[in-house]
């Protein structure tokens, strides 16, 4: 069968989601259950009910649209990823998932494929943690990682819970409804840029994603004394920020202490009160994100820090407070998932490697309800996460004909 990929109207529904923005193009800026992610899920549905799939929303918002199969009483065959993004991002981290996701079931249809298996389609809440401070909010919740009274407590910046929130944007229901059964998805691909140099580097066009590396994150507060930048002399302070500043360097001295390639640690957001240009910094807020292939090895390196935080408190007389946001397990992809992939690629005639995923993904969490792997399409210089992340038209719709060669297969229905 001839799987053709519509690669000019894919390539103009990812200009349109990504005018759904609260940044000027080309970033962009879409904050779960903000006017502009509402915008885009809305614009979205109505693409996919063109397409004749069935749309069903959860509690969380989590929307799933379906290709009914001919044995649609079997469990299903899930593909997508979501459509949120951080501030200041680009057009295509999970945006390919989804919006490619829905290309490769209209390749299929238009290709006349009739699939056993109902094939669907599923557009994720809050992937990113911007708003909530925790990832994966949505696949969470599906799978049972995160319950539901936990999730409705989250907060975000403004202090409103996710509880309010969702309910805000239109999502009732409860919580506890969320969650899938292990039988709902018989096999489970998500399509996302790889977000990193590697298939790049290598010129091979295909990335399939043997595991996702395990990601941990964390809150360190800092208390110290603030107080008048001239008239407090320096001997004796209990500056916040310099006290943040030892266990910054800290977090990068322990990830590049294991050796290995895979450990990775970030502090992404530092917030200092006053924050002002003549007063001593107070308190320290900073938010850290560490992540290994190996989870030993991450938890190591999350004691290493923790032990550093006890010591660089007790030196400069500061009280530090650590709340941990979450410890996840790595996840692997399924051998039958990765030979299905691996016989789509061979028969489309499309490069590949095998390769670990240092990103998390909402597949991450589905592995822990359905059998998944992923599919990793090039991006220019492995630039992710800015406005500047770019994959070509050809490499998007390379990944759409294997996806869409993957989900027919994967759709046979078996004797079962
Ligand atoms: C996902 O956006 C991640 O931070 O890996
Ligand atoms: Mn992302
Ligand atoms: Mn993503």
Not at 53 to 62: C, H, K, S, T, Y
Not at 235 to 246: F, H, I, K, T, Y
Not at 250 to 260: I, N
Not at 283 to 309: M, N
């Amino acid at each position: 069968m001839i799987f053709e990929v519509d690669q000019k109207r894919l390539d103009g529904e990812i200009e349109t989601l990504a005018a759904f923005s609260d940044a000027e193009a080309p970033a962009v800026t879409r904050v779960v259950f903000s006017k502009q992610d509402a915008k885009a899920r809305a614009w979205l549905k109505e693409r996919c009910r063109e397409a004749g799939l069935a749309i069903r929303e959860d509690a969380v918002g989590n929307t799933f649209a379906r290709w009914a199969g001919t044995r649609a009483e079997l469990p299903a065959v899930g593909t997508g990823s979501h459509v949120d993004a951080i501030p200041h991002a680009g057009k295509y981290d999970g945006v390919v998932g989804v919006l490619g996701g829905f290309e490769a079931i209209r390749t299929l249809q238009r290709s006349g494929f009739q699939p056993e298996r109902s094939i669907e389609l599923v557009i994720f809440t809050s992937e990113e943690p911007t708003r909530f401070g925790i990832g994966c909010l949505g696949s969470r919740l599906m799978s049972g990682t995160l319950s539901p009274s936990e999730a409705a407590g989250l907060r975000d910046a403004e202090g409103d819970t996710l509880e309010a929130v969702r309910r805000g944007a239109g999502f009732s229901g409860s919580l506890d409804e969320v969650r899938l059964p292990g039988d709902y998805y018989s096999a489970w691909v998500e399509l996302h840029i790889e977000q990193g140099p590697i298939l790049e580097r290598e010129g091979v066009s295909l990335g399939l994603v043997t595991s996702i590396a395990a990601p941990a994150s964390f809150r360190i507060t800092i208390e110290g004394e603030g107080g008048h930048a001239g008239g407090r002399l320096m001997p004796g302070r209990r500056d916040a920020l310099c006290a943040a500043a030892e266990i910054i360097l800290a977090v990068e001295r322990f990830a590049l202490g294991t050796g290995a390639i895979d450990t990775v640690a970030t502090v992404g957001i530092c917030q200092v009160h006053p924050g002002a240009v003549n007063s001593i910094p107070s308190r320290v807020q900073l938010a850290v994100d560490l992540r290994d292939t190996d989870a030993a090895r991450r938890d190591t390196v999350l004691r290493e820090i923790e032990v550093a935080c006890g010591e660089v408190g007790e030196r400069r007389g500061v009280k530090i407070d650590w709340q941990m946001i979450n410890a996840d397990a790595p996840a692997q992809s399924s051998p039958e998932i990765l030979a299905a992939l691996t016989a789509a690629c061979e028969a489309e005639g499309i490069g590949f490697k095998r390769m670990v995923s240092r990103a998390y993904h909402d597949s991450s969490f589905m592995a822990q309800i359905a059998p998944i792997a992923m599919l990793f399409i090039p991006c220019r210089g492995g630039v992710s996460h800015r406005p500047d992340e770019y994959s070509s038209p050809e490499e998007i719709s390379r990944g759409v004909r294997v996806l869409a060669r993957t989900l027919a297969s994967l759709s046979a229905g078996g004797k079962s």
